[in-house]
């Protein structure tokens, strides 16, 4: 997200350009606190976007920030939003899949770990 900010004159001005009406991003890196603390950094409050956020709880040995999805959407398209959809406390505290509803379809934003030593 900061990559956008410094090189694309901000977030909002990338969205417009790329003439969306949905974009997801995965590994965001961050924290629920930054958002709550300064949103407007991190394209929270921009005119005629919407964002849904899933943060990285820091549970269960992840380190607190890592992973993040982000789902930006125009305003108005969206009915609702689930940042734990998967409804596993252990897999949705890691902040790697938001769903949001937009009426004939839903989107799954999802980060997906390398799971190449089968643990998961």
Avoid at 50 to 59: A, D, L, Y
Wanted: proline share 2%; hydrophobic share 30%.
């Amino acid at each position: 997200m900061e990559c956008l900010t410094q090189h694309h004159q901000g977030l909002g001005n990338w969205l417009n350009q790329m003439q969306a009406d949905i974009c997801c991003f995965q590994e965001v890196k961050i924290k629920e606190s930054d958002m709550r603390n300064d949103g407007r950094k991190y394209g929270a409050l921009m005119d005629g976007w919407e964002s849904f956020h899933c943060f990285n709880s820091g549970k269960g040995g992840q380190r607190l920030g890592l992973n993040g999805v982000s789902t930006y959407v125009r305003e108005g398209l969206t009915l609702a939003a689930n940042n734990a959809p998967l409804e596993s406390e252990e897999l949705d505290s890691e902040g790697r899949c938001l769903m949001t509803d937009h009426g004939s379809f839903v989107v799954f934003n999802c980060y997906v770990p390398n799971g190449g030593d089968g643990s998961r």
